[in-house]
């Protein structure tokens, strides 16, 4: 096989990678992406859909503020907003000690431009009626809110296409190999080599960093997500509630979508199912939040395969191993909102060597030795 | 006869009656009618599409196409097509 | 206590393996949706509404007198769980729901999947008017609660369903407006002489349900192609093009569809048993051997839930299926039983197999369907949203197959999770793709299999 010479090679074509073809190509530079199944297929597709920053790690905010940039001007740039609305994001306090939790982080936010306004119980109610008795506090924030998974990281990878990547899906890695200056990436069908190689491979993004000696502690995980019947639209902010068990949208078109806990995966087979046992579970938490959606039928339920990581924050940035390697997996259930800026991160690492947005927390040297 | 589906009674009309609600109005039935049945024998649909906006009175009549669920109070949402008429049931379309 | 074994359905095939396994001393628990035993072939009206055998099922009263029969003396050997959906399974546990409100679990050891089958339907311009109905469900209408679905119906359609139907209506004195038969009378007379050799009986009650309609006097079209149901609140007219290519414009109040049937599979595909295109049916089937059994381990299938076979191919494999389960158990098992069974099933298989050729699914009527025509009846896409997405200047790149599509549009994802539509995206996408429909793909199954209510579930009593 005649390898195929290119600049940088993306392994994965979730939102991150996607993003990061995108952003290399519209920089001229020549990529391939390599996707095992369909860009978008596992984390980054099948996702709850949350736009949020309210409630995200510190380490992840200014990428997340970032990544709100691009989100905002989606429509001009990759040709659709991917049904993105900002109907902005209520947590939810279901106890004092959760209402604690919301004061909290207030001041963090705060440090980081991001702006919350805390919502008393009396105040909440007013605003929110529909509120179940159970819940006690919200911190509501204006400029988050939500988009459907299924459309974002196909419509940036065609967006990359259009700009010049080389999009290659059904593409499953067989192997890599380096020599000091190249990396050689093969496929079934293909080889491809490549000064650069850039592994956004979700979950299996560890077993690539272990291939280069840094082995990063991931498991898998997968949400456990239903979607109602279309009801009336009433519940327009996003709801999540301190700890995460919950966490609940109504769409315009009227259904309405909840997760929490997790369902089955087997990342080795590449198949995953929902947990009808947690299913129910979150029933009575979504119940809890909003009483009157009691009786209305769910028509389906889903999940997919993320990669986690022990701290809950993705590994971003350079490989502490190997030259020429960049990592930006194990994105913990936070992918969605963070993919469009990652890759404007992640081109600009390869491009420039360095980037304005803050990653070092996020490095994936905090798990060596 | 009603506007929409013309639904008739070929057989079986010596039943006994029954009333029940239908919408928070009297509508009368037979007994072994469902729910389905009985609405659109009175009105010719029994829900309303919600992306359509059109007019609905099942399709499969049999539990498959989701098409006539509607809200039975005391047991939620039911399929029409699947619920018989009992007296003095209450029925929402909406 | 004996582990349990788990029939789903009370149709024919589940009635039969039920009868097998009470026999053998098995104490079945048999989950059906339906009010009472029958499934839908011989479903019987709800209480009150007392109707004689002869009147509800015509020439095949015989049988389902014999199968109603059969379970109400199985009945106190068997746990019976009518209203009963099973909308989840997951290894060896199912997950219930009853009454449209009760949630259980139950736990086995083999199961028979046995939930008969659907119409299958394509769209067409205003099918989703009140009036319009598929060929099974203006059966079940008549059947069940005495109604007809209108003063001048018509009839589209192809296969055994859609003249038997004619036939019942006429006999219950419901106008018809016209029978529409996409297979043309020359295809029937040319696979008529296989047909009697190969089951006379069935044969010959085709010919007479025929003959009675041709007395009747019912405009009869053959070989024709629907084009459009027109009205605004009802079906008003219904415009085909006849066998000869002329356009005919048919005045009706309602209307019924059915292509043959398609298998109900979505059980089958959660419990993780593979699938294959039936270039034969032209559906999408779960694997499974003569005796039912399935590459999942404890997992069986029987009925046209399997593969479309009909009602008496369904008695045989049920009973054929809860021998295998019996056998997995270690329980005797009676060969030459076995054998009768298989070799009666290969019998039926080749009757159907003439049958399957005679009225294949007219797919190409797909092709020239307005774009407007809406596709997916919960979600209202259209033909044109689903082709949208495939185009080059689509906002997504190309989808590959159909759950992709489904992904991009909303096809097949609404309440009844493309039960109706799933199949007609596939053959669209197939075209659109210059591919074949084993390519474009089938959309998988989610749980719940049907809708399941949101209400506050104790899921510690559940386990």
Redesign the interface.
Known sequence: MTPVETDVVVVGGGGAGCSTAWHLALRNTRVVLLERGLVGGQASGVNYGGVRQQGRDPAELPISARSREIWQKLKSLIGTEAEYVVSGHLKLARNDEEAKDLERYLEVAAGYGLELRYLPEKELKQEFPWLGPKVVAGSYCATDGAANPRLLAPAIARAARDAGADIRQQAEVVDIAHDGDTFTVATKEAVFRAPVLVNTAGYWGGAIAERFGEPAPISSFSPNMAVT??IPYFIVPNLGVVGGDIYLRQID??NVIFGGGRGFGDPERVRSRPSALRTMESFALALELVPQL????VIRSWTGIDGDMPDHIPVVGPSSTTKGLFHAFGFSGHGFQLGPGIGAIMSELVLDGKTPTPIEPLSIGRFAG | MP???????????Q??RLDFELDGARCGA?????VL?AA??RD??VRR????Q??????????????C?V?IEG?????AC?T?VEQGMRVKRS | MTAAVAIIGAGPAGVRAAEVLVRAGVRPRVFD?G?AAGG?IYQR?????K?SAK?LYGLEAAKAERVHNIFAKLEKYLDYRP?TLVWDIAGKTLFTLT???AYGTETFEQIIIAPGA??RVMPLPGW???????L???Q???KT???????KVALVGSGPLLWLLAHQYVQ???PLAALVDTTSFAAKARASAAMMAGDAATTLKGVYYTATLRLKRIPIHEGAVPVAIRGE??PRELLIKDGKGRDVTIAC??VALGWGLKP?TRLADIAGVPFDYDEVQQNWIPVREMSGKTAVQGVYLAGDGARIGGADMAELAGARAAWAVLGERGAFVDEDEVNRLERALKKEAAYRDVLDKLFPFPSEILAGLPEET?LC????VSIAGLKRTCAADAVAMTPLEVNRAKAFTRVGM???QG??CGHTASEILARELKCGVREAGRLRAQPPV??V?L?PVTTEALT
């Open positions: 019947e279309p078109r009227g009691k009786g209305v039928e | 506007k929409y589906m013309n639904l008739t009674r070929v057989s079986g009309s039943r006994p037979l007994e072994g009618d469902t049945t659109v024998m010719g649909y599409s919600e992306f359509d059109g007019m609905r009175a099942g399709f499969c009549w049999m539990g498959a196409c989701q098409d669920w809200t047991r939620g949402r039911q399929r699947a018989v | 949706e009010l839908r009206p709800p209480g009150a509404f109707r009147e209203q009454g449209g409100t659907v119409d989703t008017l009140p009036g319009v109905t598929t099974g469900g203006a079940i209408a008549l609660q005495g109604v007809a679905i209108g003063e219950a004195g419901a609140e009802r109040d309602a109900e809406v009846r919960c979600e209202g609404g309440r009844c039960r109706m049907k809708p209510p209400v």
